[in-house]
């Protein structure tokens, strides 16, 4: 994917959590792979009113001052990572605005938004707060979910990316290539020939559906295996909900990639049934592409 001229770089939205803090370490690597900008922005939602106009000067005041710390603290975790050198290409913004409205409108002008997720529900599942979830619905450009991301991962583990012909895996592909090329790593590139759990079926030709999934993982490889020769690819086809097993093999890599509706989503669809799971359920940072 070619960097291109944009007015935020890689943008970031920040909030002073903990998942904020790993979106910023997650995003500043990035940056670094790509001699990118990265902007850190924190969005002041509208004060709700209050009946009294002196308690709504005092939350003013108080939403400033926060929202002061933590664009700050934000802008020391990317120097952390990035070294003050970098400091000149660490841009922080302020406004006051909506919050999700401000962040999809800013996605228009990023080459990718990262978000952190809301954390872990009481069931031990990841949850997607509504910032997250609006975001990675309606931005306009690949969007990062960022569960965990200490920096302890390993940075030998592949890319993983799935694959399913559709044109969101298109451009889920071109990134994954990009990613695992910028990383030095290999590119897990999983197709699953079937979107249920199948079991076998009396004179199903089972050699006749694989054939087919190599074929498809063939022609969707193959080109940008061309313009990424320094990419070494491992096929993986598969029998079974493809959510399932990207989730599965997401506990071996340091990056998934996949796009943001498949085979059996529509035109204009906001996100599909596989990739809701995964910014639920992954198990390593999550790009999720649209088409274009």
């Not at 920040?14 to 924190?42: K, N, P, Q, W």
């Not at 030998?156 to 790593?185: H, N, Q, T």
């Not at 089972?206 to 080109?223: F, I, N, P």
Request: aromatic residues 4%.
């Amino acid at each position: 994917m070619s960097a291109l001229a944009t007015k935020y770089g890689i943008l970031v939205g920040v909030d002073g959590s903990a998942e904020s803090d790993a979106a910023i370490r997650f995003a500043s690597r990035e940056a670094l792979m790509r001699a990118a900008t990265i902007t850190l922005m924190h969005v002041v939602a509208p004060i709700p009113d209050w009946p009294a106009p002196s308690r709504q000067v005092e939350i003013a005041e108080a939403w400033e001052a926060n929202a002061r710390d933590v664009i700050e603290q934000a802008r020391k975790t990317a120097l952390a990572i990035m070294g003050e050198v970098a400091a000149p290409d660490v841009h922080t913004e302020v406004v006051h605005s909506p919050v999700v409205p401000m962040l999809i409108g800013a996605s228009s002008q990023a080459q990718m938004i990262l978000v952190g997720s809301r954390g872990m529900g009481a069931l031990g599942r990841f949850l997607l707060g509504s910032v997250s979830s609006g975001v990675v619905r309606h931005a306009h450009c690949p969007v990062a979910i960022i569960h965990n991301d200490d920096g302890s991962a390993d940075d030998k583990a592949p890319v993983l990316v799935g694959v399913d012909g559709s044109p969101a895996s298109e451009g889920a592909i071109e990134l994954a290539f990009d990613e695992a090329s910028r990383r030095g790593v290999d590119l897990v590139a999983l197709h699953a020939w079937s979107d249920v759990a199948v079991f076998p079926i009396l004179g199903m030709d089972w050699q006749d559906y694989e054939t087919r999934g190599e074929e498809v993982l063939a022609e969707r490889l193959a080109g940008w295996q061309e313009q990424y020769p320094d990419v070494h690819v491992q096929r993986r086809l598969v029998c079974d909900k493809p959510a399932h097993w990207l989730i599965e093999e997401s506990q071996h890599a340091q990056l998934v990639v996949v796009g943001s509706h498949g085979r059996g989503g529509f035109p204009g669809m906001l996100l599909g049934s596989v990739g809701s799971a995964l910014a639920q359920s992954a198990q390593a940072p999550l790009i999720i592409v649209r088409p274009g």
